[in-house]
């Protein structure tokens, strides 16, 4: 027990110890500004939404995006097509912890290479500890040797770094990503899978003298089995929370970085409307992306326009980290696999179609039957 007691100190001190590294970040460097002047928050949205132009824009995105979900909810168009799209991407759940490793292992590996803790705002001024961390759990994701402890031991770095470094919240997106990955495992291909294959059988060697697969590994995934369900639903209100975070916080709340991005790459060029409108738009969007994911409504055709947003956010802005929003990709390609799972309001829906379904054909029956 002591022995557990000490290495649980020392994982603590290490964690602690990168995240002091972290946190001498300069917290306030944008991605892709240096900063800009304050605006006044209050007076830019009163601005903004008092433009009868903006608002007949605004009120015209939003009932087309009203009148198209309530339309497709009546009349529920191609149906053989939504249904061959879902069993398409159901048969790629067996690939989904691959995808969920990826996702994380990748710019965790780059953000060690580069030196900063998590999220390129966050760069430290003594790195060594911070590369370390980087390079060694995002490739043990990658090989998936010990996932589950790994996907735990960089969460709680995460929290820790966080708690000294508020600007880390820009990658919360890692917070469903670990979870995830601790739920569902290695999977396979991984080394986890291979070790566990060796383990379990009673003809090897390694079955013999292995010490962990029988006595910790196995009974552990047998008591969470239950909650590997619950996946997309940490995956969805994690990316929902992050969509609303960058929507509010970062464009309607601090409207003078957003103005000052649409300034550098003079985005009113390429769709000729204000700026405010640009920086309101793109909240607005990212606020409503958020809320549909955190609950689950539409949740595929959600992530479909968030996996548009980075896409187009990439090519329009040359000098965005790319290897930053690896993460992001990965996990809205997750959760178009998995959809919205349980708890959402997509599932509601189809629980009420099958009723309906059930019930038709009941009546049916009792009809031919009569």
């Not at 605004?58 to 009148?67: C, E, R, S």
């Not at 991407?89 to 710019?107: H, Q, T």
């Not at 550098?264 to 738009?281: C, F, R």
Request: proline letters at 5%; hydrophobic letters at 50%.
């Amino acid at each position: 027990m002591t022995q557990h007691v000490r290495g649980a100190t020392r994982l603590a001190g290490l964690v602690a110890l990168l995240a002091a590294g972290a946190g001498n970040a300069s917290a306030h460097v944008k991605y892709v500004t240096t900063g800009s002047d304050p605006v006044e928050v209050a007076a830019f949205l009163l601005a903004a939404l008092t433009d009868p132009f903006n608002l007949a824009v605004l009120g015209a995105g939003g009932l087309g995006v009203a009148l198209g979900g309530a339309a497709y909810l009546r009349f529920r168009p191609l149906p053989n097509d939504v249904r061959a799209f879902r069993r398409t991407m159901a048969s790629y759940e067996s690939l989904l912890p691959w995808l969920l490793r990826l996702a994380v292992g990748l710019p965790l590996v780059g953000a060690g290479f580069s030196g900063y803790f998590f999220s390129p705002v966050v760069q430290s001024s003594s790195p060594v500890f911070v590369r370390l961390f980087g390079i060694t759990v995002g490739f043990l994701l990658l090989f998936g040797f010990g996932t589950r402890l790994v996907a735990a031991v960089g969460l709680g770095a995460y929290l820790v770094g966080l708690a000294v470094e508020p600007a880390l919240v820009l990658a919360f997106e890692y917070v469903p990503g670990f979870l995830a990955i601790a739920l569902v495992g290695g999977g396979r291909p991984s080394a986890d899978h291979v070790v566990a294959s060796m383990a379990a059988d009673d003809r090897t060697f390694y079955s013999r003298v292995d010490p962990f697969y029988r006595r910790v590994a196995l009974p552990f995934v047998e008591r969470t089995r239950h909650l590997e369900s619950y996946v997309p639903v940490v995956l969805r209100v994690g990316l929902g929370l992050t969509f609303v975070y960058l929507g509010v916080a970062q464009k309607l709340m601090e409207p003078g970085g957003a103005l000052a991005v649409v300034a550098k790459y003079d985005l009113t060029a390429v769709v000729p409307v204000a700026p405010e409108l640009w920086v309101v738009g793109a909240g607005l969007t990212e606020a409503l992306v958020g809320v549909l994911l955190v609950a689950g409504a539409f949740t595929r055709a959600a992530t479909t326009v968030a996996f548009l947003l980075f896409t187009t956010t990439l090519f329009g802005l040359p000098d965005d980290p790319v290897l930053a929003h690896i993460s992001l990709f990965g996990l809205v390609s997750a959760l178009l696999v998995t959809g919205g799972g349980p708890l959402s309001v997509d599932r509601a829906l189809s629980d009420r179609d099958a009723d309906d379904a059930e019930s038709d054909g009941d009546a049916s029956g009792r009809s031919a039957g009569a």
